[in-house]
């Protein structure tokens, strides 16, 4: 398995996603060297899931694209993909870490050819879209992948689909005897880039996630919205793969609820503003509500707001929304709340609904660990008594992209003077 | 400045003195899930949120003299969805309480069901499915009475096929007279209930 020397001058970064790399690429320029590790068969976390950032919505790509780049030329950083930590001990500047890999049965040799994709008939939920798609039991994460290298689902591993894929492949890249592996590290400091899950939104059981099918999730929509999404960029309502002539977003969709999440993620009402630009871009007809309890666009993100404003099409209405049921006939769904602004009752039909979940910050569960602390929500909090374990990006506080380069540049400066100061 | 509005913050402050759970409000972000899912809502003046946001403005008069505190008949449906853990029902029985206590009084519909609702859990420490409903529709003398019992046959004659409402009296609960010693303190407390 991977020959990982390392010394007490070496920083771990825990998780691959914007943050983690970021951190991971601050600080091998700055001289350290730095192994990454990632539990997704790729790097760059839910950044690749997404369509476009907001307010300049632009593709995460062409970031992306560039931060690998420095990766591939960046000898100080070593990543590992399918990797989680399995245990940390020891202290800052001596810490012993334990990595457990999962086999992705396919090695470097892959070339990305396909043939394996071609011969396997058996299919899978597609992970990367939220599993609104299906994709074959060996395929390709996502088309910008890095590393670029396919997988095997280990549910046709040793079966007659594995075989048939073995047997496609020219370039003996598939490997179906890889097994569990393990290795140690020794480090001086750890960045916690352990990212963020969306909240579940069956959990809110009166809006019927789940049950209701046109009923998805902001994280579904961004799917929806990319050319390379399960519907090609289009804007479908799952039930009848129509296209919606009225949309409804839910704000607050669990969160700022004590009964699930109780703060603000601070992101889901841009997420949701530029979702209605996506939607008011490709369907001019198409009529969008969106239910809130506040607008929470702060800063030079209310330019972004006031924009979507001006739109006539575009309806804000003060409520959160106390019901969902559904038209069993059409699939449509009527929404109950009170209109707080003018004391209204509301009961409106809407062709889809998106909820805006909020950011479940990853809780890893190691089998031993220093304190790696916590707050009531279940953020990582960087422990004044504890140095050397540094928190960067979602894991620490909710928020968005911008922020959490700038906080894992941080999180990286953090790592560096622990190792510097002794 | 003939738009102005001055907040009185005198009555939010005596509701949350005196109305029990009244200091609960203190908690609401106005966002309406309450109003939004209250079953009684069309039959309400005010809803929850509504209620809340008039102790706030200091409208003593349209709370303490409205229907919807009287109507709360405790499904929880607002507490069970409030974001904020208010327990609006508390909160609603407390207002209602309290403006009894004012010198309030409910409609007069609402005030004989609460007031035959009240002698009954007194007299047999339950409720008689036939006997109540009876005894309210009669209140407003004979033929009110009978144009109600005949609206609600339907009913009736549903609820007995299901046996859910039984052809005898209800009888008294084992231990009627310990409920009644309980009940007796919770009024010389001054918590005997919105209508008692």
């Keep these: 398995m991977a020959d990982v020397q390392t010394t007490s001058q070496a920083i771990l970064v825990v998780g691959g996603g914007m943050s983690g790399i970021t951190a991971a690429l601050e600080a091998a320029e700055a001289g350290y060297d730095v192994v990454l590790v990632e539990r997704n068969p790729y790097l760059g976390g839910r950044v690749t899931q997404l369509y476009q950032y907001f307010p300049k919505l632009c593709p995460p790509n062409c970031g992306l694209e560039i931060n690998f780049r420095r990766m591939r030329q960046n000898p100080k950083v070593r990543f590992f993909t399918m990797a989680e930590v399995a245990s940390i001990s020891g202290r800052e500047g001596d810490y012993d870490v334990t990595v457990k890999m999962a086999p992705r049965y396919v090695n470097e040799k892959c070339t990305c050819c396909g043939k ?3 011969a396997c008939e058996a299919e899978i939920d597609n992970p990367f879209n939220y599993g609104m798609d299906k994709i074959k039991a060996a395929y390709l994460p996502h088309e910008f992948a890095f590393p670029m290298r396919y997988i095997l689902d280990p549910s046709i591993v040793g079966t007659d689909q594995g075989k048939k894929c073995l047997d496609a492949c020219e370039y003996g890249a598939i490997d179906p005897d890889m097994k569990e592996t393990t290795f140690d590290l020794k480090v001086g400091a750890i960045v916690w ?3 963020w899950n969306p909240y579940d939104a069956a959990k809110i059981d009166y809006y019927g996630f789940g049950e209701y099918k046109n009923v998805i999730t902001n994280v579904m929509m961004e799917r929806m919205a990319a050319p390379n999404g399960p519907t090609g960029g289009r804007i479908l309502r799952p039930s009848d793969k129509k296209e919606p002539k009225n949309i409804a977003f839910i704000q607050c969709a669990g ?11 601070g992101i889901c009402c841009l997420a949701s503003l530029k979702q209605t630009t996506y939607v008011r871009e490709r369907k001019p007809d198409c009529d969008i509500a969106i239910f809130f309890i506040d607008i929470r666009a702060l800063d030079r993100l209310e330019d972004f707001y006031v924009k979507v404003q001006a739109d006539p099409k575009v309806a804000f209405i003060k409520s959160k929304i106390a019901n969902i049921t559904e038209d069993e006939g059409t699939g ?3 929404l109950e709340g009170e209109n707080t602004r003018t004391g209204e009752q509301i009961l409106m039909n809407f062709d889809m609904v998106v909820l805006a979940t909020g950011m479940v910050p990853n809780r ?10 916590h707050d009531e929500y279940g953020f990582f909090t960087n422990n004044p008594e504890q140095p050397g374990i540094y928190g960067a990006g979602c894991v620490r506080t909710p928020t968005d992209v911008a922020s959490s380069v700038q906080d894992a540049t941080a999180g990286a400066l953090k790592a560096i003077q622990s190792i510097a100061r002794r | 400045m003939e738009n102005k509005v001055n907040y009185d913050p005198s009555f939010a402050e005596e509701v949350f003195r005196n109305v029990d759970a009244g200091d609960e409000i203190k908690m609401c972000m106005n966002c309406g899930v309450c109003a939004g899912s209250c079953p009684l809502r069309e039959h309400m003046d005010y809803p929850p949120r509504q209620i809340f946001a008039l102790i706030r403005a200091g409208k ?6 409205s229907q919807s505190i009287m109507l709360c008949t405790s499904c929880y449906t607002c507490a069970v969805k409030c974001p904020r853990s208010i327990p609006v029902i508390d909160v609603m029985h407390g207002l209602a309480h309290y403006a009894l206590k004012q010198g309030y009084v409910p409609r007069k519909d609402t005030a004989a069901f609460g007031g035959e609702f009240w002698k009954q859990v007194y007299r047999l420490g339950r409720i008689d ?11 407003g003398g004979l033929i009110e009475g009978v144009r109600a019992m005949l609206n609600f046959m339907d009913i009736g004659i549903k609820l007995m096929l299901h046996r859910r409402m039984k052809l005898l009296p209800e009888r008294k609960i084992k231990g009627i007279q310990s409920l009644r010693k309980m009940l007796d303190k919770a009024e010389r407390l001054g918590k005997g209930g919105a209508i008692a």
């Design chain 1, 364 to 373: 890893i569960e190691l089998d031993a660990a220093p304190d790696v602390t």
């Design chain 1, 116 to 118: 394996c994709a071609e």
């Design chain 1, 193 to 195: 880039a352990a990212g």
């Design chain 1, 255 to 265: 969160s700022r609820d004590e009964n699930h999440l109780p703060y603000c993620s």
């Design chain 2, 129 to 139: 499915e036939k006997d109540l409903p009876r005894r309210v529709f009669f209140s």
């Design chain 1, 332 to 334: 449509n769904l009527i």
């Design chain 2, 60 to 65: 003593r008069e349209e709370v303490l003299g």
